[in-house]
């Protein structure tokens, strides 16, 4: 009876909260640090492929709020460089999962998806569901998911300055006038986010202050907000409050 009355409760303030936003402040793309699957399961007493699996039942639910509120594009961080360097007795299982979720993503209907990730550094299982999933569902009118799966911010600079050494050698360009006429919105061009808006807004979850590398480049005027839930726990109102404290920031962008 108190279970059901304190989700009735909960229910009651999300729909205040959700009342009381202000559309024309939404975030149009929110980055999302998918953090505490383990911790959740070891609190639940379930195994780490469990948590994991909860994990990923999350997703559709915080999709489903980013277009109750009008929110047009959510970077998931489902697979970072460094968990490839997990056990392969976690990591093998982990990958299925990751591969599950973005198959489902992209047979919903709903989502257009791309991938965003160094893309040779995973095994080639993972590639041909990635590269399936973007064939499939890459040109829906629906929110931009980008699955950012191999993912390192570090990595994705590098990447985008190799892309673009590689296009001006192409182009007959020299390394020296490269360099001199070199611009932020160049690298930016490279990038795996490439012709998308930067992140407003990216929520962590799990209690952890930090971005561990999540989109460096893109998240230099980006506002955050911590979550002590643990991933698979992550409830819409921990949504709406994002939301909320987002739309009362005075975003200044240096200035």
Known sequence: MKTKLR?????????????????????????????????????????????????????????????????????????????LLRPQDELGPLLTIVEDAVRDLAEDGRWRVHHVGALEALPERTQKVLKE?????????????????GYGG???IVDAVRSLLDKRA??????????????????????????????????????????????LWQTAHSEYYFCDVYWPAFRKVDFLRALREYSARHRRYGQ
């Open 7 to 83: 989700q009735l409760m909960v229910r009651l303030y999300a729909w205040r909260v959700e009342g009381r936003l202000d559309p024309d402040r939404v975030p149009h793309h929110i980055g999302v640090i998918l953090d505490g699957n383990r911790r959740w399961a070891r609190a639940a007493g379930s195994t780490t492929k469990e948590g994991h699996q909860a994990g990923a039942a999350k997703i559709e639910e915080l999709l489903s709020w980013c277009e109750e509120t009008g929110v047009r594009v959510v970077t998931l961080w489902m697979l970072s460089t460094d968990n």
């Open 133 to 149: 999933a973007e064939q499939l569902a890459g040109n829906r009118d629906g929110i931009v998911v980008n699955v950012a799966v």
């Open 154 to 156: 570090r990595q994705e």
């Open 170 to 215: 192409a182009d007959g360009a020299t390394l020296e006038q490269v360099a001199r006429t070199l611009t932020t919105e160049d690298i930016g061009e490279h990038l795996y986010t490439r012709g998308q808006p930067d992140p407003d807004l990216v929520i962590r979850t799990s209690g952890e202050q930090r971005l561990s590398g999540f989109m």
